[in-house]
């Protein structure tokens, strides 16, 4: 038996402005930074504005003269990684907006629009990025790769069934569920994609594109962080469901995952790229499926993969922990933004 989850009604005056839960709960829809539920979602709120971008920030004047230059395989990998973010960026903003309208807390609701607005940034990144490398022809072909290519096929399939689940039958089960696939797709689907992009990075190619490659890693590891929070806030709130069967649902669904990453992951990367190893990317997706399992609450669905096996991409990814000057193409004057709000220590 599962819940039925209620959609935030647009006013509700007999209600408090703080929420009295995240679904099915009773909020005004008032939004007082000062007065939310949870104490996580400000400081998340301040981050994701932090990093805000936008593509037309990053020049692409010598990306635009290397491209040529790549090999075909390159060129090739380089295509369909972009063709695969296309289409899991544009489904990601509307799950977003379909989550939004369950949850009885408006500034969670405010959380995930910042988040599907940062998805159409993703997507714009990508006509960007494209629009500069190939021709009109090629694009729209990178565009609707998805549709043809059988391998990216079954991956995406695998996530929007999950997500059509919660969309047609908005229950608190296919919520979590459906949290699951999300976290799979901005936390693990993107992953091979990002390495081959690191890897171009470190061998001093594709620069400018790569840095558009960071900073979507960087606000995808918001996300995740935003939608695993929401996951063991909804579990808190309705203990009922955690169970013994979700448990295992996670622990299948992760597996399962990773094999599809896999598979993709010999298609564009293979040992085809030099610097490379299929074996490498192989236990690098094993361990984020692990890590991704592990910030959800659950165990790690592959034992003995607890450390990142391609210690170098961290440099790549963690850039705005200091760890790294490599991609300083842009300014940072919006992370320099002080706010000096007395809710700013929440
Ligand atoms: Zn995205
Ligand atoms: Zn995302």
Redesign the pocket.
């Known amino acids: 038996m599962t819940k039925e989850v209620k959609k935030r009604s647009i006013m509700n005056e007999n209600a408090p402005n703080r929420s009295t839960g995240i679904v099915n709960g009773e909020c005004s829809n008032i939004l007082n930074w000062d007065d939310v539920r949870f104490s996580w979602a400000y400081p998340k709120y301040k981050k994701m504005l932090a990093n805000f971008w936008t593509p037309f920030e990053i020049n692409m004047a010598h990306d635009i003269k290397q491209f040529p230059t790549l090999s075909e395989v390159e060129q090739e990998s380089f295509l369909k990684v972009i063709g695969l973010l296309a289409l899991l960026?544009s489904i990601?903003s509307d799950y977003a907006g379909k989550v939004a309208d369950y949850l009885t807390d408006s500034s969670l609701n405010a959380l995930m629009i910042i988040l599907a607005q940062?998805?159409v940034i993703?997507n714009h990144s990508y006509s960007y990025v494209l629009s500069s490398i190939v021709n009109k022809a090629k694009q729209e072909e990178v565009f609707d790769y998805w549709r043809t290519d059988e391998i990216l096929r079954k991956r995406n399939e695998f996530v929007t069934n999950g997500y059509k689940h919660f969309a047609e039958d908005p229950s608190v089960e296919n919520l979590l569920k459906s949290i699951v696939y999300d976290v799979i797709l901005e936390g693990l689907f993107f992953y091979s994609g990002f390495a081959l992009f690191y890897n171009f990075a470190r061998n001093k190619k594709m620069v400018a594109t790569s840095t558009m490659i960071n900073y979507?890693n960087r606000?995808?590891q918001i996300h995740v962080g935003l939608f695993a929070d929401i996951f063991k806030e909804l579990l808190n709130e309705n203990p009922e469901y955690r169970t013994e069967e979700l448990a295992q649902f996670v622990n299948d669904t992760f597996v399962k995952a990773a094999e599809l990453e896999i598979e993709w992951g010999r298609k564009i990367i293979g040992n085809k790229i030099d610097g490379l190893s299929m074996s490498e990317v192989e236990s690098y997706i094993k361990f984020m499926a692990n890590r991704r399992a592990s910030q959800m609450g659950y165990d790690k669905p592959f034992e003995g993969y607890d450390k990142n096996p391609m210690r170098w991409i961290k440099a790549y990814q963690e850039v705005d922990e200091g760890k790294t000057d490599f991609f300083e193409q842009k300014s940072r004057q919006y992370t320099k933004a002080s706010d000096a709000n007395k809710f700013d220590d929440l």
């Open positions: 960026d990601q940062q998805e993703h979507i606000d995808e």
